[in-house]
């Protein structure tokens, strides 16, 4: 929809880490993505954490901080802050606020895309262009 879109449509991205008890994991992964971000990192973290999904305990994190070409003392202490636990917290309350249960959920001009198919996209964002 970028490309189809390009002075349309934004792409805003916001973790809502599933709870420990269906992923123990899922909160510190959101943590090292906004970590990651901190450096300008944000989606080589991402990604190489979706390319791992079956390892993401926090060894695993901090090596992959390092394989993206992160400063990891830096990371480790971004990771660990107040100010990136409360990004996280805020993006989830965000997402609670928006009656959102589950990943991945999608938004089109503050909508909920139940059809996710490309014309389902399609037919939203030229609504939202009427107006």
Do not use: C
Request: zero cysteines.
């Amino acid at each position: 929809m970028l490309k189809e879109y390009p002075t349309d449509v934004n792409f805003v991205y916001k973790n809502f880490p599933l709870p420990a008890t269906m992923h123990p994991n899922a909160m510190n992964a959101a943590k090292a993505a906004v970590a990651a971000s901190k450096q300008g990192k944000f989606w080589e973290m991402h990604d190489i954490m979706f390319q791992n999904a079956r390892e993401l305990g926090v060894d695993k994190l901090k090596d992959y901080a390092g394989k993206i070409g992160l400063d990891v003392t830096r990371w480790e202490k971004d990771f660990n802050s107040p100010d990136v636990d409360q990004q996280v917290q805020k993006e989830m309350a965000e997402g609670r606020g928006a009656d959102v249960t589950g990943t991945p959920t999608f938004f089109v001009n503050g909508k909920r895309v139940m059809n996710r198919s490309v014309e389902g996209f399609k037919d939203m964002i030229e609504a939202a262009k009427k107006g």
